[in-house]
């Protein structure tokens, strides 16, 4: 399994695919091809892996890479909303049509959306979403460098602009009903 890595503190939350080859060897996301592409868009905009969370759509390398099939998807996604729930990013940034799909519970795909920001709430955490290409597409299609680095380019200015996560209310004291039903 490759679950995630980085801040868990983190502001800025990155979500992609699935896991590749190099990834399922070290158990850690976005270190093969796409990931050293991820690493250099995150230095041109003065940010380093260790600032931000990253994760994936699917926990599991797909047999062959192949697409993320839809009970895929389902079985992984209790994973992803604990993340987001535990890390309560301000921004998360989906790279690719899966994460952009599945976090903005759209079907609009990443060609028409990249680039958009728009208030979301996953998992119960509103956030500001912001979908880009993922890194391999710019690893097959060199002129998707530049509008990846484009769109990167306006990352520092929205964790900025992202509104703070409210804090939660504290809890009510535990009554002996809550406690007998097991949810304390
Ligand atoms: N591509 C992804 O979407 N995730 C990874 O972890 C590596 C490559």
Same mark, same amino acid.
Not at 100 to 104: A, E, G, P, V
Not at 143 to 150: E, R, V
């Given at each position: 399994m490759v679950v995630g890595s980085g801040n868990p503190d983190a502001d800025l939350m990155f979500v992609g695919e699935a896991p590749g080859a190099t990834e399922d060897e070290t158990g850690v996301?976005?270190?093969?091809?796409?990931?050293q592409l991820l690493d250099s868009l995150l230095e041109g905009i003065g940010l380093s892996r260790d600032q931000v969370f990253i994760a994936n759509v699917l926990k599991c390398r797909p047999p062959g890479n192949r697409d993320p099939q839809a009970a895929e998807i389902e079985a992984c996604q209790g994973y992803? $909303?604990?993340q987001v729930s535990l890390v309560r990013p301000r921004?998360?940034?989906?790279?690719g049509n899966f994460a952009?799909?599945?976090?903005?519970g759209s079907p609009d795909g990443i060609s028409t959306?990249?680039?958009v920001v728009q208030q979301v709430e996953f998992a119960g955490v509103p956030f500001t979403?912001?979908?880009v290409f993922h890194p391999a597409a710019a690893l097959y299609t060199r002129?998707?460098?530049?509008?990846?680095?484009?769109d990167f380019a306006r990352i520092p200015e929205l964790i900025?602009?992202?509104?703070?996560? $409210?804090?939660a209310a504290a809890p009510a004291a535990a009554d002996d009903a809550s406690s007998q039903m097991g949810l304390f």
């Open positions: 996301p976005f270190v093969g091809r796409a990931g992803l $909303a604990e921004l998360v940034c989906t790279l952009t799909k599945l976090i903005s959306v990249h680039g979403l912001y979908p002129a998707m460098l530049g509008t990846l680095q484009d900025g602009t992202s509104a703070p996560v $409210a804090v």
